[in-house]
């Protein structure tokens, strides 16, 4: 029953997660703020490559790493700019259906099979959507028309892409974990710099 503890200890600083992320948009352009969140993640990760952590990678490996970054940059430009128009009790649930898309494509492309119970656990979550659509009509107006929301939607799903690829870097191309992080970040913080430019 640990692994309930940390469920609910991962919820809790991921809630403080989007209440910094709100924060941080708050009066904010959205671009400069992926920026530095990259920027700090790849200054932060430096030592680990220079003390000799992380193992040197070919072209195609960096490329890999690059097409990484192009994914969490396009996710990150969407959600980021939903969570500074929306209000939090409709972005964070919207952010919650990443593992609806995950699962599907796991399910699409990777071979993997769920139980009975998680396709009841998938239809619930679905259900759930269609009920926070109404509920949240005063707030949002028409919740699938709202380019806001579709926008989240479409962030929620690349970031699902990004996690199916990064199992695709980790098992089938045998990446480092530490140069995935490393290199993905120095990317993103380049790709997001270029950008703001």
């Not at 640990?2 to 009066?27: C, M, N, P, R």
């Not at 396009?74 to 649930?93: G, K």
């Not at 806001?148 to 962030?155: A, T």
Request: hydrophobic share 55%.
């Amino acid at each position: 029953m640990f692994w309930v503890t940390l469920a609910l200890g991962s919820a809790l600083f991921l809630g403080f997660y989007d209440i910094a992320k709100k924060k941080a948009l708050t009066e904010n352009a959205v671009l400069p703020v992926l920026f530095f969140v990259s920027l700090t993640c790849a200054v932060l990760l430096s030592p680990t490559y220079f003390l000799g952590f992380i193992p040197a990678l070919s072209a195609s490996e960096h490329f890999l790493l690059f097409f990484k970054a192009v994914i969490v940059t396009t996710s990150w430009v969407f959600t980021f700019h939903a969570v500074s128009r929306l209000p939090l009790s409709v972005t964070a649930p919207v952010r919650a259906s990443a593992p609806i898309f995950t699962i599907a494509m796991a399910v699409a492309f990777m071979g993997e099979r769920p139980s009975a119970i998680e396709w009841l656990g998938i239809g619930i979550s679905l259900l759930g959507y269609l009920a926070m659509s109404f509920a949240s009509r005063k707030e949002t107006g028409h919740f699938f028309t709202n380019i806001w929301i579709l926008s989240m939607f479409f962030g929620t799903f690349l970031g699902s892409v990004s996690g199916i690829y990064d199992k695709f870097l980790l098992q089938r191309e045998h990446l480092n974990p530490l140069a995935i992080q490393f290199f993905y970040n120095i990317y993103m913080a380049t790709l997001q710099g270029v950008l703001i430019l």
